[in-house]
């Protein structure tokens, strides 16, 4: 029953994908590729809450490659509680998002917009697929599979050369992270022999403590890549070249979350290599920070939720590293609904006005009275104030990291808290409350995009609620903290929107002379402290070196060596031809000569001429008579 | 007469044969080599079926004699047909094999 359940959430999205892809007819029909695309993942997510509430452990695995002298290789799907949470997460993110492009790509051609659809399908089949997976092998086929769809929906808009090089720099990035994961998997399984995740996870201990941190880092070094972590974060920003429904589901449920949901998923393997851990509680800490501070200085509106994505992340990360890891996905549940809604909701404002720039937006409160309530439902579920579901999954965090004694990291990420407050209402003073006014006339979307929206907007502040059942559904003891540390993120978040309040709102300081002063900071926040240069600089003066190298030794060395051996071969070939004159007495003087050589070969020359007579004598024997009388004669004669 | 001198003649048959194949140019005249080879052989094989006194060697030798005849007719009608498409039957101007 439950593996049923588990199909149907995996399936529909495939077989949607299939028929999309396959069948040209349908793709290009507007209202049937859309309609199959988001029946299909409506089936999905009917099928997840289902799941949500049988709460089943399920494995599921057939022999994928047999084999007689190494461990078999299995195909296969296991369920936990958290792969149950991630995939309804997966889903109803899927589900909003598809629901909202409707009405978002509505101005796409057909096939265009079918394309649309068949790349979502394969999406969200692709993350479901990678939650549920059983063994190592199949989360990194799975893990390929998100990062080459973000790929084609990132450069969606292929004819933009900005939308084709961010398509490209994302799947570099992320790739340069694989390379990671795929030596530290294959590391792994040379030491286990094994990549499903159940015998991985008892065999494990066994390994030395060092040759588990390597093959951990590694692995964790994918996770980076495709969870933007700093300092590999540097193609997220970028990636909002795509649509921005694609963007959503990006940064809300698939591919930058799945590294996240990767060290989730193999924690059982990170508890014991304790370094491994507090690397990416660092590495998560730092990242928040950064995040943050990019976001404070952005002028795109995608751009500064982006940054928001890299440092919210962060936090899971560092949740994850900390040891927390339910609070990390918890941090993930609540965040999957908020930033998808922040998303849609820019989204919906960027389809109405056609900009990007948060400066020529302006008293969109009065033009689009219901993106400005869900916005500010986001932009405080974010920031973390009380009743939104922000404000739980952050504290948790934040006590958490108190609690377990990480001091830095935790002023860190409750700096980072201040931070994110004050950069979301930034934003929101700025374009709903600003005195500008856009220059396009701004209006409400079509409920297509407000429905989808108003659901996430519901979520993003229930959320957070059921904090309790969500623990016990994980089996995870939530501790009790003092009461005074409760309150603090809460008042640094109020704190950040009051100062946004007063530099954006009132206006008592002017932002342009708080940059001044800071000026050292500004510059370095605005060269994106220089990581874009440096990997320019890696790739201009190092791998095109490198390449230049290894293109001479391949033109001249190895090229050069088959070229010379089919020279030499010609030759002798051009020498070899004089031969064949086209005269049949030439040839036959050839065979003549053979023949004699032969003749001669037999009387005399071939040592073996004896054993042959002997051989002959007795089948015919009464042809060798004269013959022998006449060697004897012959002989006789000598003598 | 005896069988060795027999086979010496046959020896020089085929030697005059086997030189008329290699020196003529002229394709009729190859193959008037190729016949006197013929003849060589069939004299070999008489020559023995007389010396042991089996008949083997003679009728052997009536179907070498049968056979050589088609296969002249055979060779004679490919040199017409050479002649009629390539204006000539000398060998060394037939030389389709040239590499």
Request: contains cysteine.
């Amino acid at each position: 029953m439950n593996s049923i359940l588990l199909f149907l959430v995996l399936i529909p999205p495939f077989v949607s994908f299939a028929l999309n892809g396959l069948i040209p007819s349908l793709r290009k029909s507007k209202k049937g590729a859309a309609g199959l695309s988001i029946f299909s993942i409506f089936v999905s997510t009917l099928a997840s809450v289902l799941l949500l509430v049988e709460k089943p452990e399920v494995e599921f695995l057939f022999e994928w490659i047999p084999s007689k002298t190494l461990s078999p290789i299995h195909f296969g799907f296991f369920l936990d509680p958290f792969a149950v949470v991630m995939l309804f997460v997966v889903a109803v993110v899927a589900l909003m998002v598809q629901v909202y492009s409707l009405g978002y790509m509505s101005e796409e051609t057909p096939s265009s917009f079918g394309r649309y659809y068949t790349f979502h399908s394969l999406f969200a089949f692709s993350m479901l697929g990678f939650v549920a997976s059983s063994s190592l092998l199949q989360i990194y086929i799975f893990w390929e599979l998100v990062g080459l769809c973000s790929y084609l929906l990132i450069g969606f808009w292929y004819h933009r050369p900005e939308a084709a090089r961010a398509a490209i720099k994302a799947f570099w990035v992320t790739r340069f992270g694989d390379v990671g994961f795929a030596i530290g998997m294959v590391l792994l399984w040379g030491a286990t022999g094994t990549f499903l995740l159940s015998e991985l996870f008892v065999k494990a201990p066994e390994l030395s403590n060092a040759y588990l941190s390597l093959c951990l880092l590694l692995i964790f070094f994918g996770a980076m890549g495709k969870s933007a972590q700093f300092p590999l974060h540097v193609w997220l920003p970028d990636a909002m070249e795509g649509p921005t429904p694609v963007s959503a589901l990006i940064h809300a449920a698939t591919m930058v979350v799945a590294g996240v949901y990767l060290v989730v998923r193999l924690f059982p393997l990170f508890q014991f290599t304790p370094e491994i851990l507090s690397f990416v509680m660092w590495i998560g800490s730092i990242t928040a920070l950064i995040g943050a501070s990019l976001a404070l200085i952005q002028e795109d509106i995608k751009r500064i939720l982006a940054y928001s994505t890299v440092s919210q992340i962060g936090y899971m990360m560092a949740a994850a590293g900390a040891g927390g890891k339910a609070l990390g996905l918890f941090h993930l549940f609540t965040h999957a609904f908020f930033k998808a809604l922040l998303f849609l909701a820019a989204g919906s404002i960027i389809h109405a006005l056609r900009t990007n720039n948060i400066w020529e937006m302006g008293k969109l409160a009065k033009k689009m009275p219901q993106t400005t309530i869900l916005f500010l439902t986001g932009a405080l579920a974010l920031s973390g104030i009380f009743p939104f579901s922000g404000y739980f999954s952050k504290d948790e965090i934040l006590i958490w990291m108190h609690n377990q004694g990480f001091t830095v990291p935790f002023f860190i990420l409750l700096f980072t808290a201040f931070l994110t407050a004050f950069y979301m209402f930034r934003v929101f003073f700025v374009v709903f409350m600003g005195d500008k006014e856009a220059k396009e006339h701004g209006h409400e979307s079509p409920w297509v995009m407000t429905l989808p929206m108003w659901i996430l907007g519901l979520l993003s502040l229930g959320a957070g609620f059921p904090k309790e059942t969500f623990f016990k559904f994980l089996e995870y003891d939530s501790e009790s903290y003092h009461s005074y540390l409760a309150y603090l993120p809460l008042t640094v978040s109020i704190f950040g929107i009051g100062t946004a309040w007063l530099f954006y709102h009132k206006k008592y300081f002017k932002p342009s002379r708080i940059a001044e002063t800071l000026s050292p900071i500004t510059h370095v926040l605005v060269k994106k402290l220089w990581l874009d240069d440096i990997y320019l600089w890696v790739y201009r003066r190092v791998l095109n070196g490198i390449s230049f190298l290894c293109g001479w030794f391949d033109r001249y060395i190895v090229d050069g060596l088959v070229n010379a051996i089919s020279w030499s071969i010609r030759q002798t070939s051009r020498g070899l031809r004089e031969i064949q004159t086209g005269r049949i007495q030439d040839y036959l003087y050839g065979i003549i000569a053979a023949i004699i050589l032969f003749i001669w070969l037999t009387l005399g020359v071939l040592p073996t001429r004896d054993r042959i007579n002997e051989k002959i004598e007795n089948p015919v024997d009464y042809i060798q008579a004269p013959l022998i009388k006449d060697s004897k004669r012959d002989k006789n004669k000598h003598d | 007469m005896n069988f060795y001198s027999i086979l010496w003649v046959a020896f020089l048959v085929f030697s005059i044969g086997l030189f008329g194949v290699l020196s003529r140019r002229h394709l009729v005249g190859v193959i008037m080599g190729i016949e006197l080879m013929f003849n060589a052989a069939n004299l070999v094989l008489v020559a023995i079926g007389w010396a042991y006194g089996v008949l083997t060697g003679q009728i052997i030798a009536l179907f070498a004699i049968a056979i050589t005849v088609a296969e002249v007719a055979v060779g004679l009608a490919l040199f017409l047909l050479i002649e009629r498409v390539r204006k000539t039957v000398q060998a060394d101007e037939v030389s389709l094999m040239k590499g």
